[in-house]
T-cell receptor
Framework: EPEVTQTPSHQVTQMGQEVILRCVPI?????FYWYRQILGQKVEFLVS????????KSEIFDDQFSVERPDGSNFTLKIRSTKLEDSAMYFC????????????FGPGTRLLVL | AQSVTQLGSHVSVSEGALVLLRCNYS??????LFWYVQYPNQGLQLLLK??????LVKGINGFEAEFKKSETSFHLTKPSAHMSDAAEYFC??????????????FGQGTELSVKP
């Protein structure tokens, strides 16, 4: 069964460094999302992406964040200058044209900013 | 604005007992409703969803949920708990916006523990 994959599974970085989190959505999906889950808190929406542009973003998704679909398969989230409070689990999700409301999640990348 | 409230951050049941996890939502338009499960150190797995049609929806692993518009609820149930059901459960709501897909708004989660 097709699934969303994410790399790396864990990333440790120093405050101020740039990180890129990578996702490979399900191959025929057209809608892509990033969410984050700070330890012990609820899952929060960051950004949605369709047709090579951002559809919607939350107030969390400030200028330090960017997303890109560099090729036909990858979907990336970049954090330019990480802060301690960026430490969280980051989930990628995707959905299909025929059922765009149904999102399938990847296993997540646990980011730790020191 | 949409929101989701899950009553009870922790629920404990005995193996074989009924599981009931509560979810209430607010939405200005007919919502799409979801339950996801997160096992330790894993991602979110879709359990079931309500979009339109039958208000009682069945999902994987014997779970089901009923959409009650009058109560703005979407409670998750399972007749008989199994040890393997121990996990965190998230209720979520979305409103599809045009052709752009819809962000999910999650509840705070309910951790289910199952006692032998």
């Amino acid at each position: 069964e097709p699934e969303v994959t994410q790399t790396p599974s864990h990333q440790v970085t120093q405050m101020g460094q740039e990180v890129i989190l990578r996702c490979v959505p399900i191959s025929n999906h057209l809608y892509f999302y990033w969410y984050r889950q700070i330890l012990g808190q609820k899952v929060e929406f960051l950004v949605s992406f369709y047709n090579n542009e951002i559809s919607e973003k939350s107030e969390i998704f400030d200028d330090q964040f960017s997303v890109e679909r560099p090729d036909g398969s990858n979907f990336t989230l970049k954090i330019r200058s990480t802060k301690l409070e960026d430490s969280a689990m980051y989930f990628c999700a995707s959905s299909a044209w025929a059922s765009k409301e149904t999102q399938y999640f990847g296993p997540g990348t646990r980011l730790l900013v020191l | 604005a949409q929101s989701v409230t899950q009553l009870g951050s922790h629920v404990s049941v005995s193996e074989g007992a009924l599981v009931l996890l509560r979810c209430n939502y607010s939405s200005s338009v007919p919502p799409y409703l979801f339950w996801y499960v997160q096992y330790p150190n894993q991602g979110l797995q879709l359990l079931l969803k309500y979009t339109t049609g039958a208000t009682l929806v069945k999902g994987i692993n014997g779970f089901e949920a009923e959409f009650k518009k009058s109560e703005t609820s979407f409670h998750l149930t399972k007749p008989s708990a199994h040890m393997s059901d121990a996990a965190e459960y998230f209720c979520a709501v979305s409103e599809e916006s045009d052709n752009q897909g819809g962000k999910l708004i999650f509840g705070q989660g309910t951790e289910l523990s199952v006692k032998p």
